[in-house]
């Protein structure tokens, strides 16, 4: 995919238009805190609480489940540990690292001494970008090795990507929205190649 | 050395899918048989542990884990067969390694049923325009066999298995005894229209696949959930696997001996009879090895390993391995080359959905160089797509960073259409694509092992660029948008069609085997899994292994009635 293709797909998926009946569940979420109260097995409990309370932002509670309430910290931390090859999973502590250190510096107070409204803030600061810095990050993470003079953010931005994305798939892939929130058929029986949208819901979960 | 004192009528070397056919063939004509099977004991549905997990059953859901891909780094480079779901159906590289001058992806699966447990069930026949391509082109050797000595064995074969399919009357793609199709969902059914619209002479159709539709009853079998889990083992026994269709028919005569862990690494020759009397075993798990005798050998153990197992089978009269007079054994390696094409999306069917996970793709039947066609192109022979269109789920969101709430509403959504087509397409024998044994780089049973020295040539790279850029055209023309293009390459073996190694011929100094897979010069000794190909048309090769299988058995049996063998 090259740049320009890159961008209109952005453009497209994100300027979709939600539907009615998620405020109540904005302000459900914004009230919520993350629950961190899990023994992380590669993680430590700092950093196991950074990846919570982010995967609480990429997808929030609302009237329906979010990423903590299905246990995708847990998951991460479980990936981590026996599937991210040592380099991948160092490279993986290091971004976190630096995002810690930056939010300290920014607030002057550590990550998990702050009140949920400033984490969140500055969780939502590191992932609302413009189309095109987002271009820029998803190319400058494509890179295998830190450019010199870059290595900050490209460790940042390797992690932010690779959070989010293990927060997605974790999520969707978990018992609970796989059978409550989408639609759950594993032995359909037959193909019925074109019917309306409207008699199945949600996307069916695979 | 242990010798078995019985002697069989028949040892069949491998239980895939032409192992299966042979089995069953044999045995039901009454021949005593004994399968022979490298890899581990399998039961039908029992052993498809899988089958009914779902993502998080499995502990790491998709994921493998840095010492699972340690132990596959060559069967991964297909990209999906490693994965948790059906990783134990393929082999562990570490344990069976082979030896690559230039690269092949050998994809193998080593136990009860071979490859017909994970293969990818799509079925159509070779045609006319295929079998007397060799001959109008000038290349390698003529087919020994037209369709009409074929086409019988193709219905023979349809009848038991059960393949689903629409019959589109096409010269070039011989019509079939065909189950109900599984029919195009909406957006197929578009791209169909403006092809048969735009194109002349160019068709979309239903894809043919060996799954059981509609209301005929099949044995111990039923018919397709459209679960699309088929490369677990299907515990519905919905499509057509050698523990399914075959062994169990075997099975039920009476005749039949079937022995896992059992590799066969060379087949023993009486030079006073001039015929093979048996086969030589290692077990695999005691390393003891054994001798089993029979009046007619059928190698059916895939094309790389019938070609190791004759080119180990050394005497005076064959120094170079057995049946290799012409020096063409182990040659002309073949697959498909895929892994090109295009995709794109497209609006305005936002309101339709469908239900079921059909494990079937369409199908755009071969359009270059047909007879009688006047357009030209710059490459020889031809190919055809599959591929299919569905509504993308929440794996879209990937490449973006969104997060939130919009985020999470928008993905549990069905995304838009979205609609691939992915070429596969014929390669040419070549004399100089080879594998060969290397006797100083053994296995863990002192046996040698396996080089590949073969490579895409020009006219393949040629159609490739045929492929993708017709692919990106006809999406285009259909007002498909975002429309992508792609070559990811396709290294010989990724296609897992691989043949040609023991190839059919009508003159014993240029081919292996004569036109009933019957060694030219030792005529008890069959070979009918994809070695036999001489050419490698551009369908998907199973169906044609099953026919040839049936018909190579059938005169066997005879011969051997007539004292012939």
Redesign the interface.
Known sequence: ?NRR??L???TL??G?V??AG?FS??LQ?ATKTANADWLPVFLNREEAFAVTQIAD????A?E?P?AVDVAVPQ?ID??LK????IPEREKFRQGLQVFLKQYAHQYGAAFHKSSVQLQRQF??KN?T?SPES?IN??ELVAEIDAPRGRENEYFLSSF??TQ??LT???Y????KI?KQ??SY????????????????G???T? | MINDSVTYDAIVIGSGISGGWAAKELCEKGLTTLVLERGRKVEHIKDYHTAMMDPWDFKHRSYNTPEELARQPKQARTGFVTRPEGKHWFVDDVDHPYNEDKRFDWIRGYHVGGRSITWGRQSYRMSEMDFEANLKDGIAVDWPVRYKDIEPWYDYVETHIGVSGQNMGLPHLPDGKLLPPMPLNCVEEHLASSISKNYKGRLLMPGRAAHITGDKVFKGRVKCQFRDRCIRGCPFGAYFSSLSSTLPYAAETGKMTLRPNSIVHSIIYDERQGKATGVRVIDTETKETFEFFAKVIFCCASAIASASILLNSRSDRFPNGMGNDSGELGHNIMDHHHRVGASGTIDGFEEKYYKGRKPCSVYVPRFRNLPGQTEKVDFIRGYGYQGSASRENWERSIPELSIGLNLKEQLTRPGPWKMGLSGFGEVLPHHDNKMYLDYKRTDQWGLPTVTFDCELKDNELKMRMDMRASAEEMLTVAGFKNVESFDDGSPLGVGIHEMGTARMGRDPNTSVLNGHNQVHSVPNVFVTDGAFMTSAACQNPSLSYMAFTARAADYAVAQLKKGAL
């Open positions: 995919m293709q890159l209109k797909s952005i998926s994100t979709v939600i539907a998620t569940g904005l979420a932002a990429i997808i929030p609302s329906i979010g998951f479980l990936l026996d599937v991210f090859s969780i939502e992932y970008l987002t990050v998803l932010l990507v989010r994305e997605i798939k974790s969707f892939t978990s018992e796989a929130v989408l058929d594993p032995i359909p029986g037959r193909y019925d190649p074109c019917m309306p949208v409207s008699e199945v949600n996307v069916w695979f």
